[in-house]
Nanobody
Framework: QVQLVESGGGLVQPGGSLRLSCAAS????????IGWFRQAPGKEREGVSY????????DYSDSVKGRFTISGDNAKNTVYLQMSSLKPEDTAVYYC??????????????????WGQGTQVTVSS
């Protein structure tokens, strides 16, 4: 059974930093990718970052490029999202998702097979 568990969310002031973690278990495919998505109140869920197995492919949405960094620790089966220079508009529930098939669509929800429960990130003074 595949399970994804996010952690690391919380309240941070504008300009601050947070590191989110996505611990994955039960993934058996050698070829999978992990995406980070977020959903703000009243808005659709959007993809913000993606990393493929081994970190060969990394991608960011324009809204977070230069501020967020995705990385993975294969030994721990964990993917991290380091978020810096946070803005109030980054406030959202952040989800990690895993897919076990190749796709060119890195930020399309339907391309993902498994989802975590989400962690709240609030950026406010």
């Amino acid at each position: 059974q595949v399970q994804l568990v996010e952690s690391g969310g919380g309240l941070v002031q504008p300009g601050g930093s947070l590191r989110l973690s996505c611990a994955a278990s039960g993934l058996t495919s050698e070829h999978y990718g992990i995406g980070w998505f977020r959903q703000a109140p009243g808005k659709e869920r959007e993809g913000v970052s993606y990393i493929s197995t081994g970190g060969r492919i990394i991608d960011y949405s324009d809204s977070v490029k230069g501020r967020f960094t995705i990385s993975g620790d294969n030994a721990k089966n964990t993917v991290y999202l380091q978020m810096s220079s946070l803005k109030p508009e980054d406030t959202a529930v952040y989800y990690c998702a895993a897919r076990i098939r190749a796709s060119v669509y890195r930020f399309r929800e339907g391309e993902y097979d498994y989802w975590g429960q989400g962690t709240q990130v609030t950026v406010s003074s």
